[in-house]
């Protein structure tokens, strides 16, 4: 079975500061790594994905992720935080070798930047 | 742009009643999707389907059924409503059967089942 983890509900980061929002995964397999945002009373959108190759992955609206394998993480990042960038952020698993083209996402993490 | 519709973005129904959720994809897609998020909890794969006529259970398919007659049309049927299935409901599709593709979701369905 796979799994994520974001082990913060929310996190709160002033304008302009860098922001990190945490994820870590579980898979027996290679995993195929995605970020998605939800902006109030919206579906999500795609932000980001790894699937191979360099581990840090760059994404929309300046968003960048590393894929940490040892550590089992793919942290999303921003350097400098926007006050549009407040939304509930998903972190999603899927294993590259089972075929089933599902994705198990995280809880939730909810980022409040503050002016 | 991909567009994914539910027709639906609130609905208020009645314990027992039957509730159908449409989702429409404009963009060919072979995968589509419903999840339920609920608070604390994410988002739950209740059903998928790769193919028209296809289906396949996620996570939680207890209460609900699903049709795909036509490849851009997937819906959703809570043949007996119950309240705990008060929650938002999101359809996704994806291009390509197999891994690797984004999920494109629309806007939304909110049912309150009283």
């Known amino acids: 079975a796979q799994s994520v983890a974001q082990p913060e509900d929310q996190v709160n980061v002033a304008e302009g500061n860098p922001l990190t929002v945490k994820c870590t995964y579980s898979v027996s397999g290679n995993p195929y790594l995605f970020w998605y945002v939800q902006y109030p009373n919206r579906g999500l959108q795609f932000l980001l994905k790894y699937i191979t190759g360099d581990n840090l992955v760059k994404g929309s609206y300046g968003f960048e992720a590393e894929f940490n394998k040892s550590q089992t993480s793919f942290h999303l990042k921003k350097p400098s935080a926007l006050v549009s960038d407040s939304a509930l952020y998903f972190c999603?698993?899927?294993?590259?070798?089972?075929?089933?083209?599902?994705?198990?996402f995280g809880k939730g993490t909810k980022l409040s930047v503050i002016p | 742009d991909v567009k994914v519709t539910q027709s639906s973005r609130y609905l208020v129904k009645r314990t027992g009643e039957k509730v159908f959720l449409e989702c429409v994809q404009d963009m060919d897609h072979e995968n589509m999707f419903w999840y339920r998020q609920d608070p604390g909890l994410g988002l739950r794969l209740i059903y998928f389907s790769y193919d028209v006529k296809m289906k396949e259970k996620g996570d939680i398919p207890e209460g609900y059924s699903v049709s795909r007659e036509k490849k851009e049309r997937f819906s959703l049927i809570l043949e007996s409503a119950s309240t705990n299935q008060t929650s938002m409901y999101l359809c996704?599709?994806?291009?390509?059967?197999?891994?690797?593709?984004?999920?494109?979701f629309g806007e939304g369905s909110r049912l309150t089942v009283l």
């Open positions: 996704a599709s994806s291009l390509h059967r197999g891994n690797t593709g984004e999920l494109f």
């Open positions: 999603a698993v899927e294993n590259s070798g089972a075929g089933s083209y599902q994705l198990t």
